[in-house]
């Protein structure tokens, strides 16, 4: 009898584990979520101002159903879109992610790029991504050029290691930001410096939320910072959440509006859109974009 029970709760262990993983790999990764934040950061009396924050697509020629969800987050309306980087997984997903993002090119727009706009995702064990240090391997060059030049004719600024000030929303907004400090292409110092003040609103951009980015960011005094990078965790505990960031970021900040510490900043993390191929499930965290309307303080 010893024997036969533990031979069915191996059964329903492994039941339950191959329900699990059809569910993470076959529902939520396309379950797409739109979240919604009030972040308080504008003057006394000003108008709200919508920001659409998408960040890793991680898009496949193929997937047309994440392409769809994208291209209707434009009835949202927002008076600027800015994406936080790793748009393709594949060196042909530039005509994908352009099908996505085409009705929001023609809105007011800013970008920066992550590693995986520059080389392809190869295979790798996901439990490595836990351990705090960890090779980092990069697979084939992808077109970032052709995403770019697509990304700035449509007029949207290109802010890898850049700052320039746009018009959205009937606002004078000052933007900074970086290339992907995961693979140390960051180079914030070429652009630091105090904020303008003449602009209405200042907004730090970066694709991974590291310290030695978003520290220098909130002590030039940019009110709101953009970032993605983590997934959310992309596989989640119920009850405790993300087990790690893929960067010294804490945990308990893997996704969502949180305040910079030590700071007046907010940081927003996006748990983005999409996955990694070798690894496409999502957990107890849906893939997301967030529609963040600022309001004043």
């Not at 329903?12 to 790999?25: H, I, P, Q």
């Not at 959440?241 to 907010?266: E, F, I, Q, V, Y």
Request: net charge negative.
């Amino acid at each position: 009898m010893r024997k036969r029970s533990l031979i069915s709760a191996t059964a329903a262990l492994t039941a339950l584990g191959g329900a699990t993983f059809a569910y993470a790999s076959l529902i939520e990764r396309n379950m797409f979520t739109l979240r919604r934040f009030d972040v308080p950061v504008l003057e006394p009396d000003a108008e709200p101002l919508r920001i659409l924050h998408l960040s890793d697509l991680h898009m496949m020629p193929d997937q047309r159903r994440k392409q769809d969800w994208v291209a209707s987050l434009d009835g949202t309306d927002p008076d600027l879109v800015v994406v936080t980087g790793d748009n393709m997984a594949s060196p042909h997903a530039v005509p994908g992610v352009l099908r996505a993002l085409a009705r929001l090119l023609d809105r007011p727009g800013a970008f920066v790029f992550g590693s995986n706009d520059y080389r392809g995702p190869v295979w790798k064990n996901p439990l490595q991504y836990v351990l705090p240090e960890r090779e980092y391997v990069q697979g084939v060059e992808l077109p970032a050029d052709d995403l770019r030049a697509a990304f700035v004719d449509a007029g949207w600024a290109d802010l890898n290691n850049a700052r320039c000030v746009v018009k959205a929303g009937g606002r004078s907004i000052e933007l900074v930001g970086v290339d992907d400090p995961h693979v140390d292409r960051d180079d914030y110092p070429s652009v630091q410096g105090p904020i303008s003040a003449g602009a209405d609103l200042h907004l730090g951009v970066t694709h991974t939320p590291a310290s030695r980015v978003l520290e220098p960011m909130a002590a030039d005094g940019f009110a709101l910072l953009l970032a993605g990078h983590t997934h959310g965790g992309q596989v989640c505990v119920p009850g405790y959440g993300a087990l790690t960031t893929n960067c010294d970021l804490p945990h308990a900040m893997a996704k969502g509006l949180h305040r910079w510490p030590g700071s007046d900043a907010w940081l927003h993390v996006s748990a983005g859109l999409g996955t990694h191929p070798t690894a496409p499930i999502r957990f107890a965290c849906r893939p997301e974009a967030s529609l963040l309307t600022l309001i004043p303080r």
